[in-house]
């Protein structure tokens, strides 16, 4: 038993370790599908989901769903060290060394194990053993250590999303919450001009690679929801898409080649994303821009000076570019209990 209890000490180790090694430093997508982290990020979602979704409504649901990415990650965190001060216990009892001023059995061992992982220095229970001190200072280096990580990966993390939210309050502020195509296109086209439209394509390609990184390493960072029920990165990240594809579809010239370039990270960004969380594309349920829409926008538009093709001509080259990200931002919808923006602007 003792052997036992030694071996599977080292596993749970190991094992915590480089989960912890993989979620926390390791700079790259890590394939592995078996991982603590991501059964425990799938179970404890739709646990949470289905509890606050079958409770509240509105303001007190949209609150609660906004809670469970900062707890899941104290959460998680509390489960890696107590299963390593678990495992270390388990290392000591498989050892059978006695420990001075303390009760034998497992939860004498798991006590100890424990003021040792947190340095606390307590004194009331000392190693007598050579190798039980060894493994002693290699915990206390262990707790240190995690500790230490840990420190540096909370602010990491919200640094990552400050920089994520702060384009999404902006956006926010000019056209209006949700973000639609139809609000960027009316308040960044003036008398045809595309200079400002342009610039706003090119600081969201940058967004957009930025999302990409950070929620590709950071996972838990697409659990964190924005301040207000209609903004989310999701949201964004597709209105912006329905803008470059509109652009893509109906207007030549420059703008239209950032368009192409904003479209093509943006699209990485949500196919990535959607496989990262095995997302299956799925079909919108509702029309999202029907024809009469369509020809209310390339009205609006010609307007302001813009020259675009017919309406048969346009809807045809946007649904070809609509294909390629709708169905996988309705999927990360249904995930996320996030709303994926209209075309046009909410009438009040």
């Given at each position: 038993m003792h052997a036992l209890s030694a071996v599977f000490g080292v596993a749970l180790i190991l094992f915590i370790l480089e989960e912890a090694f993989e979620t926390v430093v390791l700079p790259r997508r890590v394939s592995r599908r078996l991982r603590l982290t991501r059964l425990f990020y799938r179970t404890t979602w739709k646990a949470w989901t289905r509890t606050v979704c079958s409770l509240f409504t509105g303001k007190g649901k949209e609150s609660l769903l906004s809670l469970y990415g900062p707890l899941s990650i104290f959460v998680l965190l509390s489960l890696w060290a107590i299963t390593l001060i678990t495992g270390f216990g388990l290392l000591y009892l498989g050892f059978g060394h006695v420990l001075k001023g303390g009760k034998g059995g497992a939860a004498g061992?798991?006590?100890?194990?424990?003021?040792?992982?947190?340095?606390?220095?307590?004194?009331?229970?000392?190693?007598?053993?050579?190798?039980?001190?060894?493994?002693?200072?290699?915990?206390?280096?262990?707790?240190?250590?995690?500790?230490?990580?840990?420190?540096?990966?909370?602010?990491?993390?919200?640094?990552?999303?400050?920089?994520?939210?702060?384009?999404?309050?902006?956006?926010?502020?000019?056209?209006?919450?949700?973000?639609?195509?139809?609000?960027?296109?009316?308040?960044?086209?003036?008398?045809?001009?595309?200079?400002?439209?342009?610039?706003?394509?090119?600081?969201?390609?940058?967004?957009?690679?930025?999302?990409?990184?950070?929620?590709?390493?950071?996972p838990v960072l697409a659990y964190f929801r924005s301040q207000h029920e209609y903004q989310s990165w999701l949201t964004a990240l597709t209105a912006i898409l329905d803008t470059c594809a509109f652009l893509m579809s109906g207007i030549e010239g420059t703008c239209k080649c950032q368009a192409e370039l904003t479209f093509a990270m943006a699209e990485h960004t949500i196919l990535d994303l959607s496989d990262l969380f095995d997302c299956m594309p799925r079909k919108p349920g509702a029309e999202r821009l029907p024809r009469a829409g369509l020809a209310y926008l390339r009205d609006m538009l010609s307007k302001k000076g813009l020259k675009l093709p017919e309406v048969d001509v346009l809807d045809k080259r946007l649904k070809e570019l609509r294909a390629r990200y709708e169905p996988y931002a309705e999927s990360l919808s249904g995930r996320f209990y996030l709303a994926v923006p209209p075309w046009l602007k909410m009438k009040n």
């Open positions: 061992y798991i006590y100890y194990s424990g003021t040792t992982f947190f340095t606390l220095g307590l004194g009331d229970v000392v190693p007598s053993a050579p190798v039980s001190k060894a493994l002693t200072v290699l915990e206390a280096g262990t707790g240190f250590g995690f500790l230490a990580i840990l420190i540096s990966y909370l602010p990491a993390l919200n640094q990552y999303f400050y920089r994520r939210e702060t384009p999404i309050s902006v956006l926010d502020a000019h056209v209006g919450s949700p973000p639609t195509a139809e609000g960027i296109l009316d308040r960044h086209i003036v008398g045809g001009d595309l200079d400002v439209l342009h610039q706003l394509l090119y600081n969201w390609e940058s967004w957009s690679a930025e999302v990409h990184e950070s929620h590709l390493y950071y």
